[in-house]
C-alpha cells in the first residue's frame, strides 16, 4: 500500500488542475479551428492507449482490468464522459473558458443533489442550503433576466450534469469493481464511441495544428496520471478541493491567450459556487 502523503497529494493536485486548464485551453484553440468531434476523437485515441498500456504493467494484464461485474453500466459510464466533453468542448468555443468553467464549477453540488436518488445517501439540511447557495452562485454568473440570455450558457450547465452523474456511477461502480477497472473501460468504450461518430466529421488538419494535438494528448495522459498518483498518496477529502484551483488557472489562461474578460457577476458567481462548494466537501468529510 502507497505511503499517505498529503502535503505531496496537494502538490500534485495543483499540478493536475494546472495540466487540465492547459488541456482546456488547447482544446478550445483546436475546437474553434475544426469539428469538435474530431478533436475528441484523437484524444480518445491516446487516451485509450494510455489506459491500455497502464493496464498491461498491472498484475493480471488487460484481461483483469477490464473484468467487470457491472459492464453495462461502465460501458455507459464511458459513453457518459465522452459525450460530457464534447459538450464542455463546444462550450468553451462558444461562451469561452471563463464562463464556461464558472458555471461548470457547480458539478460538485450537483453530485450532492443527486447522490441520495442515486446512491441512496442522505443529504442533510446543511448541504441542501449549500447547494442552494450554490445554484444561486450560478444565476449570478447566467444573469437571467438582466440581459438577452444566451441559450450556449447552458452548455457547461449541461455538461456539468453529465459530468456529476458520470462522478456518481463511478462511485457505484467502485463498489463492486476497482478504480483500474473503472479507468479502463472510461478510456477504450470512449475511444471506440467517438471513432465510431467523430471519423465521418475527419477533415485536414494543418501541420502546426497536429502539433498542438500533440499536445493535447499528452496533457490528457499527464493530467490523468497525475490525479491517480494524488489519489494515492493522500485522501480524497484532502486534496479534492484544490481541484478548484483549475478554475483559477483558467481565469488567467482565457484571459492572457485567447482575450476573454472576467466580469463582475461572473467573479461573485463563481466565489459563492466555489464557497458553497468547499462547504459541501467539509461536511462530507465530517460525515465520513
Known amino acids: 500500500m502507497t505511503e499517505q502523503n498529503t502535503r505531496l497529494g496537494i502538490l500534485l493536485m495543483v499540478a493536475t488542475t494546472f495540466v487540465f486548464a492547459m488541456q482546456d485551453g488547447l482544446s478550445r484553440h483546436l475546437a474553434g479551428e475544426y469539428n469538435v468531434l474530431m478533436v475528441v476523437m484523437i484524444r480518445y485515441w491516446f487516451f485509450a492507449a494510455f ?7 498491472k498484475a493480471g494484464g488487460i484481461r483483469a482490468a477490464a473484468a467487470t461485474r457491472r459492464p453495462y453500466l461502465q460501458a455507459f459510464r464511458g459513453l457518459l464522459l465522452a459525450a460530457e ?31 441520495g436518488p442515486v446512491l441512496g445517501e442522505r443529504v442533510g439540511w446543511r448541504r441542501w442550503v449549500a447547494i ?6 450560478v444565476l449570478v ?18 455538461a456539468a450534469f453529465m459530468f456529476a452523474l458520470y462522478g456518481l456511477l463511478t462511485r457505484l461502480v467502485g463498489r463492486t469493481d476497482s478504480a483500474a477497472t473503472s479507468f479502463f473501460w472510461t ?3 470512449g475511444a471506440v464511441a467517438m471513432t465510431a461518430v467523430g471519423v465521418w466529421f475527419w477533415e485536414p488538419m494543418a501541420p502546426r495544428d497536429w502539433g498542438w494535438m500533440a499536445a493535447l494528448c ?5 493530467a490523468h496520471y497525475l490525479l491517480i498518483k494524488a489519489y494515492e498518496v493522500a485522501e480524497a477529502s484532502a486534496v479534492q478541493p484544490f481541484a478548484y484551483l483549475q478554475l483559477v488557472f483558467v481565469t488567467v489562461l482565457g484571459i492572457t491567450v485567447f482575450g476573454e474578460t472576467l466580469a463582475p457577476n461572473v467573479a461573485l458567481g463563481a466565489v459563492i459556487v466555489v464557497a458553497a462548494g468547499l462547504f459541501t466537501l467539509w461536511r462530507e468529510r465530517q460525515r465520513a
Not at 92 to 102: D, K, N, Q
Not at 132 to 137: A, Q, S
Not at 141 to 158: E, Y
Open 187 to 189: 478510456g477504450t468504450i
Open 141 to 158: 454568473i447566467l444573469q437571467p433576466g438582466f440581459r438577452v440570455f444566451s441559450p450556449a450558457a447552458l452548455i457547461p450547465l449541461a
Open 51 to 57: 489506459v491500455i498500456a497502464i493496464a498491461a504493467r
Open 218 to 222: 499528452v496533457t490528457g495522459a499527464t
Open 132 to 137: 442552494g447557495l450554490g445554484f444561486v452562485g
Open 85 to 115: 466533453i464534447c459538450v464542455m468542448v463546444a462550450g468553451f468555443v462558444a461562451l469561452g473558458l471563463v464562463e464556461s468553467h464558472a458555471v461548470f464549477t457547480c458539478y460538485p453540488l450537483l453530485v450532492a443533489a443527486l447522490s
